[in-house]
């Protein structure tokens, strides 16, 4: 099943969507190139550590809007194609289907987040090999950005759910902007508390390389409860999704 979705992709520009998230995060990495002076004159080096958080800071702030719209699409298109009747009369459980379109959004997720902290990746390797850092820089930067692939899906099923009550992508993709909307404007405010709203999670691990800020602050105190609140997002989003999909009516062109 995850494999017949992929190759419905394949005719679509849906998978572009995960290059157009990587294009602006891997823009945003280099500027670490840009001449930059220390306070006491001396030209600053490249700090690997500002690369993956200046990347991890761009793909946080236009994931909402990618990924809510390649959900959208993966789980309404055939509802938007009149072919839902086609789908369901699979010998397949619908809970199978579903499962397979989330695995998918998942895929284009995780390819999303790998793409875009190439440069950051390739520039750090470098490095490692002329000897000026270690791996253990690196690894954060891979950490960080498992962590907000895993994070940003905890928000798909909400947009699953929308997009199926709706049957068509509109008001999921309307859904994406305002998340968006709201993750931009908090992350510009840096503030600890902002990460408890669920699309803006995955800024947590991002935080977490701000030098400036996460020195200064430690631990963010709202860690645990950001986590339970997306846990509980994604757990009842999900469960809603699932019991409507499978007790959903099929009705002749739907």
């Not at 990746?121 to 791996?135: A, E, P, R, S, Y």
């Not at 709201?182 to 902002?194: K, N």
């Not at 935080?207 to 996460?214: S, Y």
């Amino acid at each position: 099943m995850i494999y017949t979705e992929l190759l419905k992709l394949k005719a679509t520009k849906i998978p572009w969507l995960a290059l157009l998230g990587a294009i602006p995060a891997n823009l945003v990495t280099l500027f670490a190139f840009l001449p930059r002076i220390m306070p006491d004159g001396t030209r600053a080096g490249i700090d690997i550590q500002d690369m993956f958080y200046r990347q991890g800071m761009m793909l946080v702030m236009i994931a909402p809007s990618i990924f809510t719209l390649i959900t959208a699409y993966i789980i309404a298109r055939e509802y938007q194609e009149r072919t839902i009747n086609q789908l369901f009369s699979y010998p397949v459980s619908r809970a199978s289907i579903l499962a397979a379109k989330l695995s998918v959004v998942f895929i284009l997720i995780a390819a999303t987040t790998v793409l875009s902290c190439i440069a950051a990746f390739v520039v750090g390797f470098v490095k490692l090999l002329q000897g000026h850092i270690d791996f253990t820089m690196i690894g954060l930067g891979l950490k960080t950005n498992l962590l907000i692939c895993l994070l940003s899906f905890g928000t798909v099923p909400v947009a699953a759910a929308v997009s199926l009550v709706a049957k068509n992508v509109i008001p999921a993709a309307v859904l994406g902007v305002f998340a968006t909307i709201v993750t931009v404007i908090g992350e510009i405010g840096h503030g600890q508390g902002g990460i408890l709203f669920p699309w803006l999670a995955p800024y947590w691990p991002v935080r977490h390389l701000a030098q400036d800020i996460a020195d200064n602050t430690g631990a963010n105190p709202y860690a645990v409860p950001a986590l339970i609140i997306l846990a509980l997002t994604f757990i009842l989003s999900l469960a809603f999704s699932l019991v409507y999909y499978m007790r959903s009516d099929v009705h002749s062109g739907s």
